[in-house]
């Protein structure tokens, strides 16, 4: 492969993979439909510094992700495109700082590519490109820092060691901004020990007040503005979000030390196997500077990832350009030496997981299908695992020419997955479509209500109304309607007759349910009988007429 090539097959990866599917399928809940519709508030109050969640205050991240997925809207419109672009702007950007820093560690196009390519069909990386979540943006100002890092304390010109190290400030004050002060501490949790190793520590210091001032510029005025607006934002961000998350024995998401070990290893599908010989050949050559940096970036986080208390898959995102970069690298220097027992096997578990993924479908397929009625579906997903097997076989058949085949599989799969999922996972996760086939009736009406925070968030977007009640459901948003002017926000079940007597009298109501179990099932029982009614999954839609005053 010549180097001319790399960087436009990665841009025609990056829009088949990435832009072509978002907006072939509809908001997943509960996060797609919270974050799109922060994002739109932004642009429906017109207030940029403090974030609010279907008109209640909302302190449990910072702003600059919203932004990102405000502006989004504001430039393609409120739509599932609209909401997504952000993620995958943000992803295509890290697999750009990927090819970047791999150019910069080995000066060779073809690691440079093997990487970029690797990071951008990781599994949890595709994935979320696609997803509309905060944890993409994050990842890429991380990212942004390491490798600006990394130029730094590979410059040998002063000019470009302090532009390196102001972009690293500039990086950390937009992840500070995005979720909050673990930006801050990453780079320095590498920094300290690698220059310390490198006996550069005055260095450090002389340049790392220079990222200090670039970050405190970037995040001061808003976080002064914040607090101006919002006296009580940085007690509640800082001590909920941050020491109560990493350390509190009630912690959101409570998983055990080891959480991330094995999900490290989905997440690299479909070059998993690889991960043996990457870390053998890291050890190997574990005296060189660039490799320890590299597994600085990598451990020292997953460790502190994993001494918090709370723990989700997607916290582990900016551990993984490290992670493509020594797969990358041991991929190719087995490529350029002709070995293809790691490449084989790594086709050889592919084939066996892409194959009894099929048998397994085949299998449910007879016993309890998923899929009822729905042959096109059906028939796309057999596509998808179909390609993952004969990607698998190219591989084993030829490792040295065809070891970008499993590339191809994750692309195949990130692509055309969300349009082959059945209708009861559509039905029952994405409630804005269902919303949006009943557009013409909820807009006439005068006042909403809704049992669920994604439902009512799916309402509240699509019909760019947040003011929906809450139904015997509080969740995320119970700091926020602990204030004043948000009462009303939320009824109760023993309130909810009045409540409805004294909303029909001043208009219809539209009603969002969720009924998937027996207490949601008293709140549906608690509602008066004469709606009209429409099902889709676990989800209803009650329109309630006008009563008279």
Not at 189 to 205: C, D, G, S, T
Request: aromatic share 12%; hydrophobic share 50%.
């Amino acid at each position: 492969m010549t180097s001319r090539w790399t960087i436009p097959l990665l841009v025609l990866a990056f829009v088949a993979f990435y832009l072509l599917p978002l907006g072939t399928h509809g908001l997943w809940i509960p996060d797609e439909t919270r974050y799109a519709q922060i994002g739109q508030q932004i642009l429906v109050d017109g207030n940029w510094i403090t974030p609010h969640f279907m008109d209640l205050r909302y302190f449990e991240k910072p702003i600059a992700g919203y932004w990102m997925i405000a502006i989004g809207q504001a430039i393609f419109g409120e739509n599932l495109f609209g909401v997504r672009i952000a993620s995958a702007i943000a992803t295509g950007l890290s697999v750009f700082l990927a090819y970047a820093v791999a150019r910069r560690l080995w000066n060779d196009p073809r690691k440079s590519f093997a990487c970029a390519l690797v990071y951008m069909t990781f599994g949890l990386i595709a994935g979320q490109a696609g997803y509309s979540n905060l944890d993409p943006q994050f990842t890429l100002w991380v990212n942004l820092s390491m490798v600006a890092l990394w130029f730094a304390v590979d410059s040998t010109r002063p000019r470009d060691r302090l532009i390196s190290w102001a972009v690293l400030g500039f990086a950390c004050g937009m992840g500070f901004m995005t979720k909050g002060f673990l930006a801050l501490l990453l780079p320095v949790l590498i920094a300290l020990p690698y220059m310390i190793w490198q006996k550069r520590f005055l260095e450090l210091v002389k340049y790392g007040l220079v990222a200090m001032l670039v970050a405190a510029a970037v995040s001061l005025p808003w976080v002064l503005a914040v607090h101006a607006q919002e006296p009580d934002y940085w007690r509640f961000f800082f001590w909920h979000e941050h020491i109560r998350r990493f350390a509190g024995e009630d912690a959101q998401h409570g998983r055990p030390w080891w959480f991330y070990l094995p999900l490290m290893v989905v997440s690299s599908l479909p070059w998993a196997a690889l991960l043996p010989v990457a870390f053998k050949d890291a050890w190997k050559n574990k005296r060189h500077a660039s490799i320890v940096f590299v597994l600085l970036w990598l451990l020292l986080p997953l460790g502190l990832f994993s001494l918090s208390k709370g723990k989700l898959p997607t916290y582990i995102m900016p551990c993984m350009l490290p992670l493509a970069l020594l797969i990358g690298h041991a991929m190719m220097q087995r490529v350029e030496q002709a070995k293809t027992s790691a490449l084989r096997f790594n086709g050889l578990v592919n084939l066996i997981g892409g194959s009894a993924a099929l048998l397994a479908l085949v299998y449910f397929q007879i016993k309890q299908p998923f899929y009822e009625n729905e042959p096109q579906h059906l028939a796309l997903l057999v596509v998808v695992l179909l390609t993952w097997i004969v990607t698998s076989l190219l591989t084993l058949k030829n490792p040295l020419k065809m070891w970008a085949a499993p590339a191809l599989a994750m692309g195949v799969l990130v692509l055309a997955l969300p349009a082959a999922m059945p209708t009861s996972v559509v039905h029952n996760k994405m409630p804005d479509q269902f919303i949006l086939e009943h557009m013409d009736e909820l807009s006439q009406a005068k006042t909403f209500l809704s049992n669920d925070l994604g439902a009512a968030s799916a309402l509240a977007w699509r019909l760019r109304r947040p003011d929906v009640t809450l139904y015997n459901t509080q969740g995320e948003v119970k700091y926020g309607l602990t204030y004043d002017d948000a009462k009303g926000k939320s009824i109760g079940l023993a309130d909810i007759g009045q409540w409805m007597i004294d909303a029909r009298r001043q208009g219809s109501v539209g009603v969002v349910m969720r009924v998937k179990d027996s207490d949601e099932s008293h709140e549906m029982d608690a509602l008066p009988k004469d709606a009209k009614r429409y099902d889709e999954g676990n989800m209803v839609i009650l329109i309630f007429p006008q009563i008279a005053p």
